[in-house]
């Protein structure tokens, strides 16, 4: 299993980026997918998930209204399954690095309840 983010760069404040993360080598198309962020020197923060069939969404406070979280079961046969997420009205405070994941069945702003995860990609948010 493998997830592959890439999205982040260079913004200036008031700007937008998307990210995008692809998970390989099974079929996701069931599982929550997440993204989360961790700033220098802290801990991971849940920035938001969403559920197999994409009905289900859940942000962090921080985030809502400006960020819109949306997935693409590609292909069932090729298991792959895509999650975006776009960032707009982007803040100096949104600066971290972001991490895609793939958890289980059920909804959870834990870093815990995610068994795979991806790289990571650094979003700067300029003032």
């Known amino acids: 299993v493998q997830l592959q983010a890439s999205g982040g760069g260079l913004v200036q404040a008031g700007g937008s980026l998307r990210l995008s993360c692809t998970a390989s080598g099974r079929t996701f198309s069931w599982q929550y997918m997440a993204w989360f962020r961790r700033f220098p020197g802290t801990e991971q923060e849940f920035v938001a998930s969403?559920?197999?069939?994409?009905?289900?969404?859940?942000?962090?406070?921080?985030v809502k209204g400006r960020f819109t979280i949306s997935r693409d079961n590609v292909s069932r046969d090729n298991a792959n399954n895509t999650v975006l997420l776009q960032m707009n009205t982007l803040k100096p405070e949104d600066t971290a690095v972001y991490y895609c994941a793939v958890g289980g069945s059920y909804a959870s702003d834990a870093p815990s309840a995610y068994k795979y995860w991806g790289q990571g990609t650094l979003v700067t948010v300029s003032s």
């Open positions: 969403i559920s197999g069939s994409g009905k289900s969404t859940t942000f962090a406070d921080s």
